[in-house]
């Protein structure tokens, strides 16, 4: 008998410590890890590799923290202010400036490698594809570097240029303000083809593998073309001004809008699956990854959705508006604040894997 009741005791510890493992395992989702404040607001989403993911804050501070314990491998500052996303590509950090420069830090060191100087502010992130770096100007410059700061081509465009490029077969999208989206030979800067969408272009596109772009509005338009003519396959009209760029996971178009609803489209053809909406407005470009969908709001949240139907996880609520994009690598989400903190999260996955501003170093809005 005694025996019996001790296997029965036995049998209940063991599951209630099963049950004890499981809800801690919960309720890191969505906890805070660690925390470091930069007093400058943070537009630009952060960077990651290895151990190390690099920052940067408006009035010119760009810091590299350790992914684990956030201590700071390394801080350099320009004069400049920067909303520009970090591009990190092997050995190197590329960070662009509202003074008009484009930076090369060395990711271990932060040391100043060199600076490549334009006649405009750069607002919007670079992008890197065959040992290119692309990045745009706002007075509608394109330009494409090599990775040692060489010039190597640039094309002049109409209308100012506030958007992220994309790259994908060799081909750069972007939208500029006057309205026209267009499609540039990256290996030589020759227009290929434009499409006109008759309303500023704030936000970047998104390529996906079948070579279909999707670019929004200022007037809530969505559209989907074709990589290799512009032709148009469908359209789609949203509520709100699309100011963040889009992203795409297993045949769906994730778009977020200036009023507060995240669409999710069919991208074979603009059919709606379902919409979500946030508390806030302004909703950042979202990093969908491994299930989950990620993203902020100007209220101060970040939001963990299903990725198949919208579905609440949980929610993160700040004190200050998170206009920059998560990135998430492991079980960890990394995402600055308006106020100036930067915020490392626990993420539900130990396979996300969205490490950088729009996904990968060509900024196609899709998973590396």
Do not use: H
């Not at 290895?50 to 923290?65: E, Q, T």
């Amino acid at each position: 008998m005694r025996k019996r009741i001790f296997l029965i005791a036995l049998t209940f510890a063991i599951f209630i410590g099963s049950q004890l493992l499981c809800a801690c395992g919960e309720e890191e989702m969505g906890e805070e890890i660690w925390s470091y404040s930069i007093n400058s607001p943070i537009y630009a989403s952060p960077a990651i590799s290895g151990d190390r993911v690099v920052v940067a804050s408006l009035d010119g501070k760009i810091l590299c923290f350790n992914t684990e314990d956030g201590s700071i491998n390394w801080q350099y500052e320009i004069q400049g202010k920067i909303k520009a996303s970090p591009l990190i590509e092997g050995s190197a950090v590329y960070i662009a400036s509202m003074n008009g420069k484009l930076y090369c830090l060395s990711l271990e060191s932060g040391e100043k490698l060199w600076e490549y100087e334009t006649s405009s502010p750069i607002v919007s992130s670079p992008a890197f594809c065959d040992g290119k770096i692309f990045f745009a100007t706002t007075d509608g410059v394109l330009y494409a570097i090599s990775t040692g700061g060489d010039f190597i081509w640039s094309k002049e465009v109409s209308g100012s240029l506030v958007s992220t490029p994309a790259i994908e077969d060799r081909k750069l999208i972007i939208g500029s303000l006057s309205g026209y989206i267009y499609c540039i030979d990256a290996s030589n800067g020759e227009e290929l083809w434009n499409f006109e969408a008759q309303a500023p272009i704030i936000a970047g596109v998104a390529i996906d593998n079948d070579g279909y772009v999707y670019v929004g509005t200022s007037v809530g338009k969505v559209y989907c073309l074709e990589l290799n003519d512009g032709d148009k396959m469908w359209d789609f009209l949203a509520g709100s001004e699309i100011s963040s760029p889009p992203s795409l996971s297993n045949g769906i178009v994730f778009i977020p809008s200036s009023g507060g609803t995240l669409y999710a489209l069919s991208s074979s053809d603009g059919r709606l699956l379902w919409t979500y909406e946030a508390k806030g407005t302004a909703l950042s470009s979202p990093s969908p990854t491994d299930g989950y969908l990620y993203f902020g709001d100007s209220s101060g949240n970040i939001y963990c959705l299903d990725i198949d139907n919208g579905d609440e996880e949980w929610i993160v609520e700040e004190n200050s508006p998170i206009l920059s994009s998560p990135s998430l690598k492991g079980d960890k989400l990394f995402v600055g604040t308006t106020g100036g903190k930067f915020y490392c999260i626990g993420a539900n996955s130990s396979d996300c894997n969205w490490p950088t501003f729009r996904g990968n170093k060509a900024r196609t809005g899709r998973e590396p």
